[in-house]
């Protein structure tokens, strides 16, 4: 009895071992484009921050600030980051291959992995950048 068991647990283990499913190159493919076009929405709120951290430099309500010069410091280096958060974002969309042939599924599978990775942190960098000149413009009062 003990014998049929452990047999039927063991047959049962393979059986849903072998129902585990590794992503083919297509599904990761189509989630690197998700993520792509939800961070092309991110980007609009980049550049109008950006924008409006511009309009804030150049205005005179930084001199008000007890120490003006650091404020325009603080100022000027998250536009630096804004811009460099969007050059990611250009640089991955210009060297991505959306049509990608490898010689074997595998090939295509671990570019379109790499890819994942990479889209990954152009989309971790807008999320740090986007709470960062969300913060600088709420000091500021600037909607």
């Not at 991110?42 to 010069?69: C, F, I, R």
């Not at 291959?97 to 989309?123: A, P, W």
Request: net charge positive; charged share 35%; aromatic share 6%.
């Amino acid at each position: 009895m003990k014998r049929q068991i452990t047999t039927a647990i063991g047959v049962l283990a393979i059986l849903f071992s072998s129902c585990k499913t590794e992503p083919n190159a297509e599904a990761v493919r189509k989630e690197v484009l998700n993520i792509h076009d939800k961070l092309m929405i991110d980007g609009e709120k980049v550049v109008k921050n950006k924008m409006k951290l511009d309009t804030l430099l150049l205005s005179g309500q930084l001199k008000k600030s007890p120490d003006s010069a650091a404020a325009k410091q603080q100022v000027s280096d998250v536009i630096a980051r804004l811009n460099a958060a969007d050059e990611k974002m250009m640089d991955w969309m210009h060297f991505f291959k959306d049509d990608f042939k490898g010689k074997t599924e595998q090939e295509d599978l671990d570019y379109y992995k790499s890819q994942m990775i990479k889209i990954r942190d152009v989309e971790d960098g807008y999320i740090k950048v986007t709470r960062e000149s969300d913060s600088v413009l709420k000091i500021y009062k600037i909607k």
